[in-house]
C-alpha cells in the first residue's frame, strides 16, 4: 500500500502546482476537486502514469470439496 500525498507549491505571482502522488486511477480528481475549486481556475493538467492505471482485486478463493 503506497502512501497518498498532495504537495502543493505556491508561486510569488499566485499560481499554484499541485502533484498527486499514491492514489491510483482516476479517484485522484474525486480528492483534489474541492481543493481545486477554492483555489480557482485549473490552466491545465498534466496526468501521471498512476492516473492510468488500475486497481487490480484478487480473489483467491478455492471451493471446498467434500471428497
Same mark, same amino acid.
Given at each position: 500500500? =503506497? &502512501?497518498?500525498?498532495?504537495?502543493?507549491?505556491?508561486?510569488?505571482?499566485?499560481?499554484?502546482?499541485?502533484? %498527486?502522488?499514491? &492514489? !491510483?486511477?482516476?479517484?485522484?480528481?474525486? %480528492?483534489?476537486?474541492? !481543493?481545486? =475549486?477554492?483555489?480557482?481556475? %485549473?490552466?491545465?493538467?498534466?496526468?501521471?502514469?498512476?492516473?492510468?492505471?488500475?486497481? !487490480?482485486?484478487?480473489?483467491?478463493?478455492?471451493?471446498?470439496?467434500?471428497?
Amino acid at each position: 500500500m =503506497s &502512501i497518498e500525498t498532495l504537495e502543493f507549491i505556491i508561486f510569488p505571482d499566485g499560481r499554484v502546482q499541485e502533484k %498527486v502522488t499514491g &492514489i !491510483i486511477g482516476k479517484s485522484c480528481e474525486e %480528492v483534489t476537486k474541492a !481543493i481545486e =475549486s477554492q483555489l480557482g481556475r %485549473v490552466i491545465s493538467q498534466q496526468k501521471t502514469g498512476e492516473y492510468y492505471e488500475e486497481k !487490480i482485486s484478487i480473489n483467491n478463493t478455492i471451493p471446498n470439496q467434500n471428497w
